[in-house]
């Protein structure tokens, strides 16, 4: 599987941006996607997430502002970024399989063994967000 991510750039505080990652090619029985960002000096982390079942996942930080969907039959995952702040700057990734499954799942789980050797990261986009 390969990701494209796209969409990132630079805006002001308040304002919009769209994030887009395609995954090209598939593995039957996974769709677990997910967006994770990396500040500056900080590690990455899950900010949203679409898991296999359909199911969103939003970080704290971004409820109320990001939202997040994908198109199955685009294989692509959507982050709709509103009210933008400047601490959401950094690099967001998008991720395809065991890391998002797994960030994901219910406490008192087990990751299925189907997710083992699946986890599939796309090349970062920029986000800048001056004040």
């Known amino acids: 599987v390969q990701l494209q991510a796209s969409g990132g750039g630079s805006a002001q505080a308040g304002g919009s941006l769209r994030l887009s990652c395609a995954a090209q090619?598939?593995?039957?029985?996974?769709?677990?996607m997910g967006w994770y960002h990396r500040a500056p000096g900080k590690q990455r982390e899950l900010v949203a997430a679409?898991?296999?079942?359909?199911?969103?996942h939003l970080a704290d930080s971004v409820k109320g502002r990001f939202t997040v969907s994908r198109d199955n039959a685009k294989n692509t995952m959507y982050l709709q970024m509103n009210a933008l702040k400047p601490e959401d700057s950094g690099v967001y990734f998008c991720?395809?399989?065991?890391?998002?499954?797994?960030?994901?799942?219910?406490?008192?789980?087990?990751?299925?063994?189907?997710?083992?050797?699946?986890?599939?990261w796309g090349e970062g986009t920029q986000v800048t967000v001056s004040s």
């Open positions: 090619g598939i593995i039957s029985g996974i769709k677990d």
């Open positions: 679409v898991t296999n079942d359909g199911a969103t």
């Open positions: 991720n395809f399989g065991a890391s998002t499954a797994l960030a994901t799942l219910p406490a008192g789980r087990e990751l299925d063994t189907k997710y083992y050797g699946v986890d599939f």
